[in-house]
């Protein structure tokens, strides 16, 4: 049965409500020109943003450009053809060191971890040496990371050594770990809750893993990024995306219908699919609440010791400015 909180009640009435009675006004509001994939994850909360009114009813009128990936949406942000993007705040302290004026608002702490078939035999991650891994995000994606500071901290295990990896694009590292061309894979979220639906178990979550290194997991790793100079610019336009991201959120995170209208553009090939993504996506709303620097410091000095200068340049430290004002 579809379920609708009084909270995402409120916020669909208001939007209809300002729909209904300024359709004209929409067109006099400031825009704001957003970067992503088309289809990917990110356009989710997007569509909503738009299709329920959130931006208008929050000040300003969102307009998407569709790109390729992530490079080319981090190349839209610099040229100028898009003034937001949705990326890690690793590759925001990275910029901000280079003299860049990017910073980071808060969008999603979903990360995911390392699965394996449940018949694999394999029930830690020192069951690993001499295995493959398959890896979607490259030797420098952050959970690798994270899972290979884990398995030297806990089992005194350099994972990359003492490990194949096969490193490809996310659907051909879930079709590789489903036919058991891997033994074991780190996929993106969206592509791990696809995996866990056709019967693959975590290992174990980046989360966890994080926690045990004395990070905080609820540090968010994926958000809107913008310049300090548009929100001098446009401060309401700013907190008018801050707004409309956490209204969308509350709805996606409490209204069945909200998530079903998207069912085409998730993807999901089976019902199972489509709940594990709904399931993956709620899972990494990131709490309401300023994020801790120091939490931030200490696993960005994790990433450098590991990813080096190849993942973050010269940058030891997190620079000041890389979260928005919190």
Request: glycine share 10%; hydrophobic share 50%; charged share 20%.
């Amino acid at each position: 049965m579809i379920t609708m909180t009084r909270r995402a009640a409120l916020v669909c009435g208001f939007a209809a409500l300002l729909a209904a009675t300024a359709p004209a006004r929409a067109q006099d509001l400031p825009v704001l020109t957003v970067a992503a994939l088309e289809g990917g994850t990110v356009s989710w909360e997007l569509d909503t943003i738009t299709h329920y009114g959130l931006d208008a009813a929050n000040g300003f009128r969102l307009e998407v450009l569709p790109v390729a990936g992530n490079p080319a949406a981090e190349v839209a942000l610099q040229g100028g053809e898009a003034e937001a993007i949705v990326t890690d705040w690793v590759w925001v302290a990275r910029m901000r060191a280079a003299g860049k004026d990017f910073t980071f608002l808060p969008y999603s702490r979903a990360v995911g971890g390392l699965l394996v078939k449940p018949q694999s035999g394999i029930m830690d991650l020192a069951d690993l040496k001499g295995k493959k891994i398959g890896i979607a995000g490259g030797p420098l994606d952050k959970s690798w990371l994270i899972l290979r500071a884990y398995a030297r901290q806990t089992y005194g295990m350099d994972l990359a050594a003492e490990t194949e990896q096969v490193f490809g694009a996310p659907p051909l590292i879930m079709e590789a770990a489903l036919s058991g061309e891997v033994d074991a894979a780190i996929n993106f979220w969206h592509f791990g809750a696809k995996m866990q639906a056709r019967g693959m178990e975590t290992l174990v979550s980046t989360s966890d893993a994080a926690a045990a290194l004395g990070l905080d997991p609820e540090t968010p790793l994926l958000g809107y990024v913008f310049s300090e100079k548009l929100e001098a610019d446009k401060p309401a336009v700013v907190a008018g995306l801050r707004a409309a991201s956490k209204a969308a959120k509350a709805l996606l995170a409490s209204d069945d219908a909200a998530f079903a209208r998207l069912r085409a553009r998730m993807k999901a090939t089976s019902d199972a699919q489509y709940l594990a993504l709904v399931a993956g996506y709620r899972a990494g709303i990131p709490v309401d609440a300023p994020v801790d620097p120091a939490a931030a410091d200490r696993m960005l000095k994790l990433m450098a010791d590991l990813g080096g200068e190849e993942l973050l340049g010269p940058v030891k430290a997190l620079p000041p400015g890389t979260f928005l004002s919190n």
